[in-house]
């Protein structure tokens, strides 16, 4: 259970899918779309991106990684949020795909995009991170 808010859910939910859980992870977001449905459209607008992003960031953690960079380039396309943190992080998360993909320079570019947000987030810095060394995936 929750406290009726949607900012609680969202961090949970991320928090399944980065460990490991994401049938739970995935159960919860279908459910994701009732918590909002009945605020005003631009309210709809601001949460139905961060579902996006949940999306995003559950299909990179299942390896559907085609999936999960359309999702972060709509998260980005979309974004109505003041500050660029999940634009940022969206950022982020295309490069590492390309890192994981071999695509080293589409990687870079989207380290460098993530970078000119300006955000004070960890994105950034591990952005500027992964520029130096590619991001990898231990197993």
Do not use: C, H
Request: charged share 30%; net charge positive.
């Amino acid at each position: 259970r929750f406290p009726n808010n949607l900012e609680s859910k969202s961090l949970y939910i991320e928090s399944l899918i980065y460990l490991d859980k994401v049938d739970e992870a995935e159960e919860l977001l279908k459910k994701y779309p009732q918590s909002y449905k009945n605020y005003s459209t631009k309210g709809k607008e601001i949460w139905k991106v961060r579902e996006r992003y949940l999306s995003a960031v559950l299909n990179m953690q299942k390896g559907n990684y085609e999936d999960a960079k359309e999702s972060f380039l709509l998260v980005i396309e979309n974004y109505n949020l003041e500050f660029q943190w999940f634009k940022a992080l969206s950022y982020l998360k295309i490069g590492q795909i390309y890192d994981l993909n071999n695509q080293r320079e589409n990687a870079k570019k989207y380290y460098k995009l993530a970078i000119n947000t300006r955000e004070t987030t960890k994105a950034v810095k591990e952005a500027k991170e992964y520029l130096k060394a590619p991001f990898t995936i231990e197993k």
